[in-house]
């Protein structure tokens, strides 16, 4: 069974504040998402890494797969109280799997 | 551009009852999953289908159906509701014609047996 490993599980943190939260396997995937989840919502696709050791930037948010494809990475700058929510990362373990691999997740607040 | 739909959102059960949990998609996607999501679990997979008429289970099939007769339904059944099976269910498809999965969620079931 594959497993990913997020950490931290919870992250409270003031307005404009940076933060990197992290998610890590002993499996190789062939590719890995972020979602975020907001309160009575779906997880919601921000980003698909693919190749290892890519970086991916979408605004303020900056993700990055480990050059084995075990591990990534998502580093947000100046946290805005909109980021608020639940952070999930997805392992694709390719092949005809067609099956995602999820975290437990990172619950981020940023408080105004 | 409705994407996911599951219905109902809120369902309350008695222990026992039976129910289905309605899931239909708008995408043509061949893959759809089901999935529970409990307080700082995750998402596990309950069953998934990878078109018509093919089904297979997750990680935690039990006490859960489920059928696909149509490219855009993926209903799932529960019978015999017991209080472990309270928790918010969702309903994703992919398409994986970037060559891998991408998933797109409903808005979830919130469900509470009693």
């Known amino acids: 069974t594959q497993l990913l490993e997020q950490s931290p599980q919870f992250l409270s943190i003031q307005e404009g504040e940076n933060l990197t939260v992290y998610c890590n396997s002993s499996?190789?995937?062939?590719?890995l998402q972020w979602y975020r989840q907001e309160p009575g919502e779906g997880p919601v696709l921000l980003v698909t890494?693919?190749?290892?050791?890519e970086v991916k930037k979408l605004k303020r948010l900056t993700f990055q797969f480990g050059d084995a494809r075990k591990d990534s990475s998502l580093h947000i700058t100046a946290a805005q109280p909109g980021d608020t929510g639940l952070y999930l990362c997805?392992?694709?373990?390719?092949?005809?799997?067609?099956?995602?691999?999820f975290g437990k997740g990172t619950l981020l607040t940023v408080n105004p | 551009n409705a994407g996911v739909t599951q219905t109902p959102k809120f369902r309350i059960l008695k222990i026992g009852q039976s129910m289905t949990l309605q899931c239909t998609q708008d995408m043509n996607h061949n893959y759809m999953y089901w999935y529970r999501q409990d307080p700082g679990m995750g998402l596990k997979l309950i069953y998934y289908?990878?078109?018509?008429?093919?089904?297979d289970k997750g990680e935690v099939p039990n006490g859960y159906n489920v059928s696909r007769s149509t490219t855009e339904d993926f209903p799932l059944r529960l019978e015999l509701a017991a209080p472990s099976q309270t928790s918010v269910y969702f309903c994703?498809?992919?398409?994986?014609?970037?060559?891998?999965?991408?998933?797109?969620f409903g808005q979830g079931t919130r469900l509470t047996v009693v």
């Open positions: 994703a498809s992919s398409s994986t014609g970037t060559g891998y999965t991408e998933a797109f």
């Open positions: 997805a392992g694709d373990s390719g092949g005809s799997n067609y099956k995602l691999t």
């Open positions: 289908s990878v078109g018509a008429g093919i089904t």
């Open positions: 499996s190789v995937f062939s590719s």
């Open positions: 890494v693919v190749t290892g050791g």
